[in-house]
């Protein structure tokens, strides 16, 4: 258990819908990081955070946003849902922004019917 | 920008053999860190190894250990003692340690698909 936690676990959902990926960092870990896992291929970084600021943009869609609360957990919100979409959405998380180890939660199964 | 490349889509060993799973890497940093994470059945991502660039000394986790050959910008992991709990999707990750970059994104390979016979 690396102390990442991800809700929900699998999210099943229709074309054209939005959805919200939440994600609690490790307790004392202030970077948050977003990642694709499409199937059976490598992560795509998509968006890092720290202590609630936008760090670093990779290759997120302008469908997809996200945000980082006081509290250090972030959502990642997916909207207009493609079917392509469907993927493993991981959130990684780190001490610092630019502590070099990212320890990983289990991931949301997005599905889009 | 930097790239990590793993020309063995799948290996497969006989349990409590040894192992070796190639990763090179394309950068024109000094200074960065190379991990190997491991994603079982579950799709959990759990952290095996890390290397810094600027340590020669070749990271170890009990039976795990790492090759890294930084002027060939090669990585390569060796798993000792093959166990069934180690049949898993292998990537290797490199992220820059730049101070001045504020990108600290992993950049991925495409992974190693990990077979072990019993």
């Known amino acids: 258990d690396s102390g990442v936690t991800q809700t929900p676990k699998h999210l099943i959902t229709a074309t054209g819908q939005r959805v919200t990926l939440r994600c609690s960092p490790r307790?004392?870990?202030?970077?948050v990081y977003w990642y694709q896992q499409s199937l059976d291929q490598g992560l795509q970084f998509l968006i890092q955070?720290?202590?609630?600021?936008?760090?670093a943009k990779g290759n997120i869609l302008e469908r997809f946003s996200a945000q980082q609360f006081p509290d250090l957990h972030s959502e990642l919100n997916l909207s207009s849902l493609e079917l392509g979409d469907s993927a493993l959405y991981f959130c990684?998380?780190?001490?610092?922004?630019?502590?070099?180890?990212?320890?990983f939660g289990p991931g949301t199964r997005l599905t889009v019917l | 920008a930097q790239t990590v490349t793993q020309s063995q889509p799948e290996m497969s060993v006989q349990e409590a053999e040894t192992v070796t799973l190639s990763c090179t890497y394309d950068?024109?940093?000094?200074?960065?860190?190379l991990f190997w994470y491991k994603q079982p059945p579950s799709r959990q991502m759990i952290l095996v190894i890390r290397?810094?660039?600027?340590k020669q000394q070749n990271a170890t986790e009990n039976r795990f250990s790492v090759n890294f050959q930084k002027a060939a910008k090669s990585f390569s992991l060796k798993i000792s003692d093959s166990q069934l709990g180690d049949a898993a999707m292998y990537f290797c990750?490199?992220?820059?340690?730049?101070?001045?970059?504020?990108?600290?994104?992993?950049?991925w390979g495409a992974g190693t698909k990990l077979i072990i016979k019993p």
């Open positions: 990684a998380s780190s001490v610092g922004v630019s502590a070099d180890t990212q320890y």
């Open positions: 307790s004392g870990d202030l970077s």
């Open positions: 955070y720290y202590n609630g600021e936008e760090r």
């Open positions: 950068t024109s940093e000094s200074d960065y860190y």
């Open positions: 290397q810094e660039a600027y």
């Open positions: 990750a490199y992220r820059s340690a730049a101070i001045l970059d504020s990108n600290y994104q992993l950049i």
